[in-house]
């Protein structure tokens, strides 16, 4: 297994001559379940402020009128980002419509005709044709860009917890999602488009403060003061919740997903800027549909994109005896939302199953292939539904005008006719051949027109149908094929309540609301968000209490089972996200046992050849300065003159924390579980191989998970354990013939390796780190000064020149550094930031878990009471499978210390 080496640099010496070396091994995490899945890195985003002293300087002399100026350009950008996803929405609904509108009105004129020629098989070769033309389309644009498959939310709820993604938020990927939802969406798909805008709009919050762009190089402005991960994280953060109000007309709603599902990090300031970009996102959409769709410019009371009408008991029971919903009701939506969350347990369930079997067998295979089972998808889930609405579905009289969307529109315009007689209708098709927001509404107000077998076969079709294509090579949206599933297990739950149970004074709507809410609430497990979503898409306020009641049931009955949906796709993706919290088990661990102990650092002068050599061998992305402090114990030895500085200087000796002491409490952890499983083993049978399985096994970390490059290079701390185990292994066998020399070879090797490591891990003083994308950007500008000048003689760079190649800094090896002189010497001192976060050694680590979500760190030094560095926690060193063999070895280590507590007894 790899281990980091430090760095031995020096400006003094001229030993640093050799190249640092670093064995790069990734961390291979896979579970019994999960194995053989493909692997990824992911990096972790720093939204930490960097205080050197370019960024103070820039701070200090903000006296331009762009700079004095800069919160009001803040809130232009907000403004600009809700206008722009707002915009992007009516680009997708706009032309999904037209689309939709072209394909049903070819299927309709080809089925009217040929339901009385005899020819439906053609109808049905025509709109597979369509369908699977849409869907390759969108499949191919996919295929491009792979990150705009799915509906995006799991990537930016990943983005918005300090991880880089790649290219989640490139104007290439949102060309690939706006334009692919549109055909999958028209193709007949069981996709939603609401998740590819919340995606979309992510993405225009995270371009559109950039002034600029990779793609169209020739659009740049020279404007700097947004480019950081905290600025870009902030404009992501609304940039979701513009997505969020201009798929559902609901900016709270947007504001409150943001919060819920996505950003680590909030405050009274983001709140009302991402609610204003939810507000201009909902305006820019409902005045351009006002005059696109209604013809009506201006009129800004029109519905939005999703509206699901107006909730009023029919005409036919407007008396007494109609409500909307009563306390007797509440009941039966409370066990509708038990039953809500155990179907969507089931379909996060197979969907999972379904998403690890595409990893295994599709997704590493090439990309046509993937393309191909998209087109698959299409084909059979358009024949099952055209054959299930000539086959299964039941044909009803048409009795009169019904209402939906709020307005009275004839039946006619809303329900299909397809194989059924003049004056009928067929409710199965009236379900599949529309466009899923009219089915919702078909299903939340049409009395009477569904009977039991067709909800109930629809919903069965739908379920597995829109569970196989979820995941699947198109952009994929959730949340409307979840409403719609849900709709018709409410309306099925209303209809034999009514019919066979007699419950008669029941509003049927009412009961398919819930459904919906408790089957979406079951799959995605959100709760707030959700419920001022749905809220606000009825606009009828009295549904608040049963909608909570319901999403609240649907979720922890659900969450006995399995998570969320879109965390499960985390997951598997072996994403390193970290919860909102750190679990319980983990208070017994503190810092020091958590660290990665093996440092890669640099002096505050370092000659230039030196580091080009870390850069080139490391991956780091930030490196500590140090300073050596060998001689401190010396001086204080010789300071001390009485009792009372004897008894001072000995306490700091006990109860400081050093490197080496660290380090030699692991080794001696080790080994004394190695001699440990010695002893059980000399008791045993010959024949008795498990101990020797022990060290040969060991248990698989439960999430497969992705870490960046500068956290595969601090996992030494379970790779010696991991590495550790055959050598054990060995000794086992040897201690069975020669115990006694076994022991005292280890007692040897334990004196040895004390004194290597105290060589080793020699006390550092920590001053603070310097960014590697500031090293770079320092050696393309040749900042650097010859040995026998002062350092003064340094040039100096300006903040604006460090962050200039913001967000894709140029890589060590693509720069020309042959105009520098390698034996120069760097001056970091001026560019380091002297002030990051650090905590002691002692520090729990649910408290460093919470400060390093929260404050949205990329690493955190652990210091001690001497100012010494003793190592570095990055993600990876916070994760749940991480801190859980961390946590195994503390276990070990107390029973290890009772054992001898008792023996000494």
């Not at 769709?293 to 699901?308: E, R, S, T």
């Not at 809500?340 to 998403?355: D, E, P, R, V, W």
């Not at 829109?466 to 979840?482: D, I, N, Q």
């Not at 006694?740 to 780190?769: A, C, K, W």
Request: charged share 20%.
């Amino acid at each position: 297994m790899s281990q980091a080496r430090r760095c031995c640099c020096c400006a003094q010496s001229d030993e640093d001559d050799e190249e640092m070396s670093h064995i790069v091994d990734t961390i291979s995490q896979t579970s019994t379940r999960h194995a053989n899945l493909p692997r990824k890195d992911y990096e972790s985003l720093d939204y930490d402020v960097c205080y050197s002293k370019p960024y103070l300087d820039m701070t200090e002399a903000r006296n331009t009128w762009s700079s004095r100026h800069l919160e009001l350009f803040r809130w232009i950008v907000t403004f600009s980002i809700g206008i722009c996803t707002g915009l992007v929405a009516v680009f997708i609904d706009y032309f999904v419509r037209l689309l939709s509108k072209l394909k049903f009105g070819t299927v309709e004129d080809s089925i009217l005709q040929c339901s009385q020629d005899g020819c439906l098989v053609i109808s049905l070769l025509i709109i597979v044709a369509i369908d699977a033309a849409f869907v390759f389309i969108a499949s191919s644009l996919v295929a491009i860009e792979p990150i705009a498959g799915g509906s995006g939310i799991p990537e930016i709820k990943c983005y918005l917890n300090g991880i880089k993604v790649p290219h989640v938020v490139r104007l290439k990927t949102l060309i690939s999602k706006a334009v692919g939802v549109l055909f999958s969406v028209a193709g007949g798909l069981f996709v939603g488009k609401e998740g590819p805008m919340i995606h979309s709009g992510a993405i225009v919050g995270a371009g559109i403060p950039q002034f600029q762009s990779i793609t169209f190089r020739k659009l740049n402005f020279n404007f700097p003061y947004f480019r950081t991960d905290r600025d870009k994280r902030d404009f992501v953060s609304g940039g979701a919740a513009a997505g969020v109000a201009a798929a559902f007309g609901s900016p709270i709603g947007g504001v409150l997903f943001s919060l819920e599902e996505g950003s680590s990090f909030w405050n009274q300031a983001l709140t009302w800027r991402t609610f204003f970009c939810a507000m201009s996102a909902t305006f820019c959409l409902n005045f351009m549909l006002s005059g696109l769709v209604h013809n009506k410019w201006g009129a800004l009371d029109q519905p939005g994109l999703i509206n699901f009408g107006i909730f009023t008991c029919p005409e036919s029971n407007t008396d007494s005896t109609c409500n909307l919903w009563t306390a007797y009701d509440l009941l039966l939506f409370i066990v509708m939302g038990l039953g809500g969350g155990l179907l969507g347990a089931l379909f996060n369930f197979i969907n999972s199953h379904l998403t690890v079997y595409r990893y295994r067998h599709v997704n590493a295979r090439p990309r046509y292939v993937r393309v191909l089972e998209s087109v698959l998808i299409a084909v059979v889930t358009t024949s099952i539904a055209f054959v299930a609405a000539m086959t299964l579905g039941e044909c009803k009289d048409i009795k009169g005008p019904a209402i939906i969307n709020g307005s009275n529109a004839e039946i006619g315009e809303s329900v299909r006719t397809y194989f059924c007689e003049n004056g009928t209708y067929n409710d199965m098709a009236t379900l599949f051949f529309n466009s899923q927001e009219t089915a919702i509404k078909q299903l939340f107000h049409q009395q009477g027109t569904f009977s039991l077998p067709s909800l109930a076969i629809f919903f069965v079709f739908f379920f597995f149908l829109s569970c196989w294509t979820y995941g699947a090579m198109v952009p994929s949206g959730l949340f409307v094929p979840c409403l719609l599933c849900g709709a018709a297990y409410g309306r099925f739950i209303g209809n034999v309540l009514n019919e066979y149970v007699g419950y008669r004074n029941i509003y049927s709507g009412s009961f398919a609301l819930m459904g919906s809410a408790a089957f979406l609430g079951g799959v995605v497990r959100m709760t707030i968000s959700l419920t001022v979503i749905l809220i606000e898409s009825t606009n009828e306020i009295s549904y608040g209490l049963p909608i909570m009641v319901v999403l609240m049931v649907a979720k922890w009955s659900g969450d006995l089972f399995n998570k969320g949906l879109y965390d499960i796709h985390v997951h598997l993706k072996g994403v390193p996200h970290l919860e909102w919290e750190a679990s319980k088990k983990v208070e017994k661990l503190r810092v020091h046992e958590i660290m990665e102990t093996n440092l890669t650092y640099l002096y505050p002068h370092t000659r230039v050849r030196s580091v080009i050599s870390i850069l080139r061998t490391t991956m780091h992305h930030a490196y500590p300065i140090i300073t050596d402090n060998t001689r401190n114990e010396d001086r204080d030895s010789r300071m001390v003159d009485s009792a009372l500085e004897t008894q001072n200087t000995q306490f700091k000796k006990e109860h400081t924390l050093t490197r080496a002491k660290e380090q030699l409490q692991r080794r001696e952890s080790q080994m004394s579980i190695d001699l440990q499983r010695m002893r059980s083993s000399s008791t045993r049978i010959p024949n008795d191989r498990h101990a020797a399985d022990e060290f040969q096994t060991s248990q698989s970390w439960s999430q497969g998970a992705y870490f960046s490059s500068e956290i595969r290079h601090r996992n030494s701390s379970i790779q010696n354990e991991e590495s550790d185990r055959p050598r054990a292994a060995s000794m086992e066998e040897e201690h069975r013939n020669h115990p006694v020399d076994i022991m005292s070879d280890l007692s040897n090797d334990s004196q040895t390796d004390s004194r290597d490591i105290e060589d080793d891990y020699r006390p550092l003083t920590f001053h603070g780190v310097i960014l590697r994308s500031h090293l770079v950007a320092l050696l393309k500008k040749g900042v650097c000064y010859a040995e026998n000048s002062p350092s003064s003689s340094q040039r100096t760079i300006r903040y604006e020149e460090l962050t200039e190649d913001y967000p894709r800094y140029p890589d060590i090896h693509d720069i020309d550094l042959s105009h520098i002189n390698r034996n120069m010497i760097m001056d970091l001192t001026q560019y380091m930031n002297p002030c990051p976060y650090t905590v002691s050694p002692e520090t729990p680590v649910s408290k460093v878990f919470n400060l390093f979500r929260t404050m949205g760190l990329r690493h955190l030094e652990v210091v001690n009471s001497s100012g010494e560095i003793l190592g570095i926690v990055t993600r990876h060193n916070l994760t749940e499978e991480f801190l859980d063999e961390k946590l195994k070895v503390h276990e070990r280590n107390q029973e290890e210390m009772s054992e001898s507590d008792v023996i000494i007894s």
